[in-house]
C-alpha cells in the first residue's frame, strides 16, 4: 500500500472484514519478556558526548547481521561525510564515533540479505530474497531512519521527489540507492524546553477540541503570514480557545508523517495525508508544521506552543497511531513489494504483526498492516516516545487511533483483543505512565479510539482501567434520535443511558461517567453542519471540497428537507446534548461555526481552504458560536453536569428529589412500558443540585424529539426556588442571546408550570 495514503474509518459499527492477504492459520505467539529481548531502550538513538566530541548511536535488532550507520552534512544528494560499523551486544546495536554531520541513517543486512564485502551501494551482491521464512526484509540499499531519531529531516516523499520505487524491494526497486533521497535522524544535542505549568485539572472537568494543527491557523489572516499552519502559529490561539470555553485541544496527528508531498492546490489530491495518520517516526514533531525548520527549531516550538497553551489553561492532548506505521503495506499484493524505510528494514518481525507464514502483514487497520503491540520491543518504542512527548514537550494527554490494536495478545498469524492481559501496550502504558487521578492531579488523561477493523476489535466499554474512550454508541444513539424518527427505534431507557453517562459501559468495571468521551462528530465524518445537512456523502466533487475517496456511507444524517433554520436548530440540540450529558464532552475544531465540508466525509487527503478553519464568521456563524461558547461556560459552571461517580436515584439529603430524576413530558415517573416505548420521543430530567456540589438548588432539561410541540409539565425546583430558562434550541429564539448568561435568565414558574418545547426542541432551566 502506497505510503501516501490514510483512508478514514468512520463507521456506526464495526463489520467483519474478510483480510484477503492474511493466513487463515491462526498462530498466538507469546511475548518474550524484556529480559529475554535483551531490551536496554534508556540511551537508543543518537547522543552527543557532553563536549560534543563525540556520538554514540545504539538500535535494536534483533535478527540483523550487520548494521552501519552513515553520516550526512546534508539532507539530501549528498554522499555521507562519515560511516561506521555497529557492534552487538544482545540485540542492541552501537558505536561511538567523532562528532561528523548533522543527519544519519543506517545500512542492514541480515539472513535474507547476508552481508559481502563487494556489496556496493545499488548492488544485488549478497541478495537471497525479499523475506525469508521468518519473516526478516533486510536490504542494505535502503537507508533506514532510526525509529529513536528525535527529528526527521523531510519525509521520504517530496516536492521534486515523489518515486516510491526508490523505498521499495522487490523487482522494480530492490537495487536502487535510497541514500540520496531517504529521511534521516537529525543530530540533535540534549537541550531542555520549558513547557509552562501543566493543568492538573481532572478529565471531568475537560471540554475537549479535536483540530488539526496546519487547519487551525493556515486560513488565520490575524496570524503573521509565516506562521500560519505552523505550532507558533497555534500557540497564538491559545487565548482565543480558551475564550470559547474549551479546556483541551486536541490536535490529530504532529509525529513526523509523510506530507511534504501534499498538493495545495487543485493539481491533484489523490492519495495526499493531511489527517496525518501514517506515521514516520514516534519522536519526531512533524518538520512541515514548523516555523523553524532548522535542526532542533520543530522541537523547540512545539514546546513553546505547549507552553502558550499551558499559560492559558488549556491542556495539550496530541492523537497518536501506534497501530500502524507510514511503512504501508505491501504493493498489490505482491509479498515481495514492501517500503523499506525504517521498522521494516530493521527488525520485521518486532516491529510488524505479520501473517502465520511471515510473509506479508497481518492487518486490522485497512492502511498496510499491525504494528506488533505484544511484542516488548515494540511496546518499547510505544512506552518510550509517548514518556517523550509527556516529559520533554509538555503534553497532558493522548488519543490513540484504533486503540484495540494495543489490546492485541498475539505478535503474528492472529488477532486476539484482551482488557486484562497485562502484557499488552494497553496495561503497559498506563502501568507505567499511570492516569490522572479521578481527583485532578499529576498523571496522564488516556483516550482511546474503542474500534479497528475486523472480528474481536470493537471494544466500545471494554477498555482497561485508565483508559476514557470514544463513546461511539453514545454518538450513534443520539444520531438516531435525532435523524432517523421513524426509521430507528430509540426508547428513552437508551436515551437516558447515554445521557446519565453510560453506566451500562462503564460502570461494570469501576470506570466512572468521564471514562466516557460523549461527541455527535469528529474529524472522521460529517462536520456538525453536515451531520443535519446531508443525506449521503458527496466525496467526489471538485476542489477545495472533494475529491477524496472512502468514507462510510451509514451516517445517521439528515437534511432536514433542505431548510437552513431547523439545520441550526438540530446541531444546537447535538451541541447541547454533549454540553449537557454526564461524561466527557468533545466537539471538533469549526463546528462552533457550523463549518461545513459540504457533504464530503472523509477529507483526509485535502490540504486545502476548505478543510481548514476558518475565522471570518457570518451573522448566523457568530450567533452559534456564542451559543457554544456560553452553553461550555454553563458547562464550567455546575458541578451537576459534570460528576465523579454514576448518578443516583436517592434522595440522600431528604430533600424531596433524587439526585437525578427522569419525568414524562406529563411530569411523572416513567414507568417500565414508557422506557421501553421507541414511540415515546420526550424525556424530562432533574438534578439535585445541592446532592451534586452546584450552585443551583436544582437543572431541569427537557427534550422533545418528535416532529411536534410537546407540553412540559414541570417538576418541583425546589423549596422556595422558581424556574427560570437559560436556552430554549427553539429558532424562535435563535439569536447571539439564545443562552441566558448568568443573572439574566427569564422567570418560568414554579412546579406544576407548563412550557411548551416546540418541535425537536431542547429545555434548560436553572432553579433560583
Same mark, same amino acid.
Given at each position: 500500500?502506497?505510503?501516501?495514503?490514510?483512508?478514514?474509518?468512520?463507521?456506526?459499527?464495526?463489520?467483519?472484514?474478510?483480510?484477503?492477504?492474511?493466513?487463515?492459520?491462526?498462530?498466538?505467539?507469546?511475548?518474550?519478556?524484556?529480559?529475554?529481548?535483551?531490551?536496554?531502550?534508556?540511551?537508543?538513538?543518537?547522543?552527543?558526548?557532553?563536549?560534543?566530541?563525540?556520538?554514540?548511536?545504539?538500535?535494536?535488532?534483533?535478527?540483523?547481521?550487520?548494521?552501519? !550507520? $552513515?553520516?550526512?552534512? /546534508?539532507?539530501?544528494?549528498? =554522499?555521507?561525510? &562519515?560511516?561506521?560499523?555497529? %557492534?552487538?551486544? @544482545? #540485540?542492541?546495536?552501537?558505536?561511538?564515533?567523532?562528532?561528523?554531520?548533522?543527519?544519519?541513517?543506517?545500512?542492514?543486512?541480515?539472513?535474507?540479505?547476508?552481508?559481502?564485502?563487494?556489496?556496493?551501494?545499488?548492488?544485488?551482491?549478497?541478495?537471497?530474497?525479499?523475506?525469508?521464512?521468518?519473516?526478516?526484509?533486510?536490504?542494505?540499499?535502503?537507508?533506514?531512519?532510526?525509529?529513536?531519531?528525535?527529528?526527521?529531516?523531510?519525509?521520504?516523499?517530496?516536492?521534486?521527489?515523489?518515486?516510491?520505487?526508490?523505498?521499495?524491494?522487490?523487482?522494480?526497486?530492490?537495487?536502487?540507492?535510497?541514500?540520496?533521497?531517504?529521511?534521516?535522524?537529525?543530530?540533535?544535542?540534549?537541550?531542555?524546553?520549558?513547557?509552562?505549568?501543566?493543568?492538573?485539572?481532572?478529565?471531568?472537568?475537560?471540554? !475537549? $477540541?479535536?483540530?488539526? /494543527?496546519?487547519?487551525?491557523? =493556515?486560513?488565520? &489572516?490575524?496570524?503573521?503570514? %509565516?506562521?500560519? @499552519? #505552523?505550532?507558533?502559529?497555534?500557540?497564538?490561539?491559545?487565548?482565543?480557545?480558551?475564550?470559547?470555553?474549551?479546556?483541551?485541544?486536541?490536535?490529530?496527528?504532529?509525529?513526523?508523517?509523510?506530507?511534504?508531498?501534499?498538493?495545495?492546490?487543485?493539481?491533484?489530491?489523490?492519495?495526499d495525508n493531511y489527517w496525518g495518520y501514517m506515521t514516520l517516526n514516534y519522536f519526531a514533531p512533524d518538520r512541515r508544521y514548523s516555523s523553524d525548520k532548522?535542526?532542533?527549531?520543530?522541537?523547540?516550538?512545539?514546546?513553546?506552543?505547549?507552553?502558550?497553551?499551558?499559560?492559558?489553561?488549556?491542556?495539550?492532548?496530541?492523537?497518536?497511531?501506534?497501530?500502524?506505521?507510514?511503512?504501508?503495506?505491501?504493493?498489490?499484493?505482491?509479498?515481495?513489494?514492501?517500503?523499506?524505510?525504517?521498522?521494516?528494514?530493521?527488525?520485521?518481525?518486532?516491529?510488524?504483526?505479520?501473517?502465520?507464514?511471515?510473509?506479508?502483514?497481518?492487518?486490522?487497520?485497512?492502511? @498496510?498492516?499491525?504494528?506488533?503491540?505484544?511484542?516488548?520491543?515494540?511496546?518499547?518504542?510505544?512506552?518510550?516516545?509517548?514518556?517523550?512527548?509527556?516529559?520533554?514537550?509538555?503534553?497532558?494527554?493522548?488519543?490513540?487511533?484504533?486503540?484495540?490494536?494495543?489490546?492485541?495478545?498475539?505478535?503474528?498469524?492472529?488477532?486476539?483483543?484482551?482488557?486484562?492481559?497485562?502484557?499488552?501496550?494497553?496495561?503497559?502504558?498506563?502501568?507505567?505512565?499511570?492516569?490522572?487521578?479521578?481527583?485532578?492531579?499529576?498523571?496522564?488523561?488516556?483516550?482511546?479510539?474503542?474500534?479497528?477493523?475486523?472480528?474481536?476489535?470493537?471494544?466500545?466499554?471494554?477498555?482497561?482501567?485508565?483508559?476514557?474512550?470514544?463513546?461511539?454508541?453514545?454518538?450513534?444513539?443520539?444520531?438516531s434520535d435525532q435523524n432517523k424518527l421513524g426509521v430507528d427505534a430509540v426508547t428513552p431507557g437508551q436515551l437516558a443511558d447515554r445521557l446519565a453517562g453510560?453506566?451500562?459501559?462503564? @460502570?461494570?468495571?469501576?470506570?466512572?461517567?468521564?471514562?466516557?468521551?460523549?461527541?455527535?462528530?469528529?474529524?472522521?465524518?460529517?462536520?456538525?453542519?453536515?451531520?443535519?445537512s446531508c443525506n449521503a456523502k458527496n466525496n467526489t466533487q471538485a476542489w477545495p471540497y472533494g475529491p477524496s475517496d472512502g468514507g462510510s456511507d451509514d451516517?445517521?444524517?439528515?437534511?432536514?428537507?433542505?431548510?437552513?433554520?431547523?439545520?441550526?436548530?438540530?446541531?444546537?440540540?447535538?451541541?447541547?446534548?454533549?454540553?449537557?450529558?454526564?461524561?466527557?464532552?468533545?466537539?471538533?475544531?469549526?463546528?462552533?461555526?457550523?463549518?461545513?465540508?459540504?457533504?464530503?466525509?472523509?477529507?483526509?487527503?485535502?490540504?486545502?481552504?476548505?478543510?481548514?478553519?476558518?475565522?471570518?464568521?457570518?451573522?448566523?456563524?457568530?450567533?452559534?458560536?456564542?451559543?457554544?461558547?456560553?452553553?461550555?461556560?454553563?458547562?464550567?459552571?455546575?458541578?451537576?453536569?459534570?460528576?465523579?461517580?454514576?448518578?443516583?436515584?436517592?434522595?440522600?439529603?431528604?430533600?424531596?428529589?433524587?439526585?437525578?430524576?427522569?419525568?414524562?413530558?406529563?411530569?411523572?415517573?416513567?414507568?417500565?412500558?414508557?422506557?421501553?416505548?421507541?414511540?415515546?420521543?420526550?424525556?424530562?430530567?432533574?438534578?439535585?443540585?445541592?446532592?451534586?456540589?452546584?450552585?443551583?438548588?436544582?437543572?431541569?432539561?427537557?427534550?422533545?424529539?418528535?416532529?411536534?410541540?410537546?407540553?412540559?409539565?414541570?417538576?418541583?425546583?425546589?423549596?422556595?426556588?422558581?424556574?427560570?430558562?437559560?436556552?430554549?434550541?427553539?429558532?424562535?429564539?435563535?439569536?447571539?442571546?439564545?443562552?441566558?448568561?448568568?443573572?439574566?435568565?427569564?422567570?418560568?414558574?414554579?412546579?406544576?408550570?407548563?412550557?411548551?418545547?416546540?418541535?425537536?426542541?431542547?429545555?434548560?432551566?436553572?432553579?433560583?
Open positions: 500500500m502506497p505510503l501516501r495514503a490514510r483512508r478514514g474509518l468512520t463507521r456506526r459499527t464495526i463489520p467483519v472484514v474478510l483480510l484477503a492477504l492474511l493466513s487463515a492459520l491462526a498462530v498466538v505467539t507469546t511475548a518474550p519478556t524484556a529480559a529475554q529481548a535483551g531490551i536496554d531502550t534508556a540511551q537508543l538513538g543518537a547522543r552527543y558526548s557532553a563536549d560534543r566530541s563525540t556520538i554514540t548511536f545504539r538500535v535494536h535488532s534483533g535478527t540483523a547481521t550487520r548494521i552501519a !550507520v $552513515y553520516l550526512y552534512d /546534508l539532507p539530501t544528494g549528498a =554522499a555521507p561525510v &562519515a560511516q561506521a560499523t555497529l %557492534a552487538k551486544s @544482545g #540485540t542492541i546495536w552501537s558505536a561511538t564515533v567523532s562528532a561528523a554531520g548533522k543527519y544519519y541513517g543506517y545500512r542492514a543486512w541480515g539472513p535474507n540479505w547476508p552481508y559481502n564485502a563487494a556489496w556496493t551501494p545499488g548492488s544485488s551482491t549478497g541478495f537471497v530474497s525479499d523475506v525469508d521464512a521468518a519473516g526478516n526484509r533486510f536490504n542494505p540499499n535502503k537507508l533506514l531512519l532510526d525509529p529513536y531519531a528525535r527529528e526527521v529531516s523531510h519525509d521520504p516523499l517530496r516536492p521534486g521527489m515523489t518515486d516510491e520505487t526508490v523505498f521499495t524491494s522487490g523487482p522494480g526497486g530492490r537495487t536502487v540507492d535510497s541514500g540520496p533521497h531517504a529521511a534521516k535522524g537529525v543530530l540533535l544535542a540534549a537541550t531542555t524546553s520549558a513547557t509552562g505549568t501543566k493543568p492538573t485539572r481532572p478529565l471531568k472537568d475537560d471540554i !475537549v $477540541y479535536e483540530t488539526h /494543527l496546519r487547519g487551525l491557523t =493556515a486560513n488565520d &489572516a490575524s496570524i503573521p503570514a %509565516a506562521y500560519r @499552519g #505552523t505550532y507558533r502559529g497555534a500557540g497564538l490561539k491559545a487565548a482565543q480557545l480558551a475564550a470559547l470555553g474549551v479546556t483541551a485541544v486536541e490536535f490529530l496527528p504532529v509525529q513526523e508523517t509523510q506530507n511534504d508531498a501534499n498538493d495545495v492546490d487543485a493539481t491533484g489530491t489523490a492519495g532548522s535542526p532542533g527549531g520543530p522541537t523547540a516550538e512545539f514546546a513553546a506552543m505547549t507552553k502558550a497553551f499551558h499559560d492559558n489553561g488549556l491542556k495539550v492532548f496530541v492523537d497518536v497511531v501506534y497501530n500502524h506505521t507510514g511503512e504501508g503495506g505491501s504493493h498489490g499484493g505482491d509479498k515481495n513489494v514492501y517500503n523499506v524505510f525504517s521498522y521494516r528494514g530493521l527488525d520485521n518481525p518486532a516491529y510488524y504483526s505479520l501473517s502465520a507464514d511471515r510473509q506479508s502483514s497481518w492487518d486490522n487497520t485497512g492502511v @498496510g498492516g499491525n504494528y506488533n503491540t505484544y511484542n516488548p520491543v515494540a511496546q518499547n518504542l510505544i512506552v518510550d516516545s509517548l514518556a517523550h512527548w509527556r516529559d520533554k514537550l509538555g503534553v497532558d494527554g493522548f488519543r490513540h487511533d484504533l486503540a484495540s490494536v494495543l489490546g492485541n495478545t498475539c505478535q503474528h498469524g492472529c488477532f486476539s483483543y484482551s482488557r486484562t492481559d497485562p502484557a499488552t501496550a494497553l496495561n503497559r502504558i498506563t502501568a507505567e505512565m499511570p492516569a490522572r487521578p479521578a481527583g485532578g492531579g499529576s498523571g496522564t488523561d488516556w483516550i482511546a479510539e474503542p474500534w479497528a477493523l475486523g472480528e474481536g476489535t470493537y471494544q466500545v466499554g471494554n477498555f482497561p482501567a485508565g483508559w476514557a474512550e470514544w463513546n461511539g454508541r453514545y454518538r450513534d444513539t443520539l444520531r453510560s453506566a451500562d459501559l462503564y @460502570g461494570d468495571d469501576g470506570r466512572k461517567p468521564w471514562h466516557s468521551v460523549n461527541f455527535m462528530v469528529a474529524h472522521d465524518g460529517f462536520t456538525l453542519k453536515d451531520l443535519y451516517n445517521i444524517s439528515w437534511d432536514h428537507g433542505g431548510n437552513a433554520a431547523l439545520q441550526r436548530k438540530s446541531a444546537r440540540n447535538g451541541t447541547a446534548f454533549v454540553m449537557l450529558s454526564a461524561g466527557t464532552p468533545m466537539m471538533t475544531g469549526g463546528d462552533e461555526y457550523l463549518r461545513s465540508m459540504r457533504c464530503n466525509n472523509n477529507p483526509y487527503n485535502l490540504d486545502s481552504p476548505a478543510n481548514w478553519q476558518s475565522w471570518s464568521f457570518d451573522t448566523a456563524q457568530t450567533d452559534f458560536r456564542t451559543f457554544t461558547t456560553r452553553l461550555a461556560q454553563f458547562r464550567k459552571a455546575h458541578a451537576a453536569l459534570r460528576p465523579a461517580n454514576f448518578y443516583t436515584s436517592a434522595d440522600a439529603d431528604g430533600d424531596g428529589m433524587k439526585q437525578l430524576e427522569w419525568f414524562t413530558p406529563a411530569g411523572t415517573t416513567p414507568d417500565a412500558a414508557y422506557w421501553a416505548n421507541a414511540g415515546n420521543h420526550a424525556l424530562g430530567w432533574r438534578y439535585d443540585g445541592s446532592e451534586l456540589g452546584d450552585s443551583a438548588a436544582s437543572i431541569f432539561v427537557g427534550y422533545n424529539g418528535w416532529s411536534g410541540d410537546v407540553t412540559f409539565t414541570l417538576p418541583s425546583p425546589g423549596a422556595g426556588k422558581q424556574w427560570y430558562r437559560v436556552t430554549d434550541t427553539a429558532s424562535w429564539a435563535e439569536g447571539p442571546n439564545q443562552v441566558a448568561t448568568a443573572g439574566t435568565e427569564a422567570l418560568i414558574g414554579g412546579a406544576g408550570t407548563t412550557y411548551i418545547v416546540r418541535e425537536r426542541g431542547l429545555l434548560l432551566l436553572i432553579a433560583k
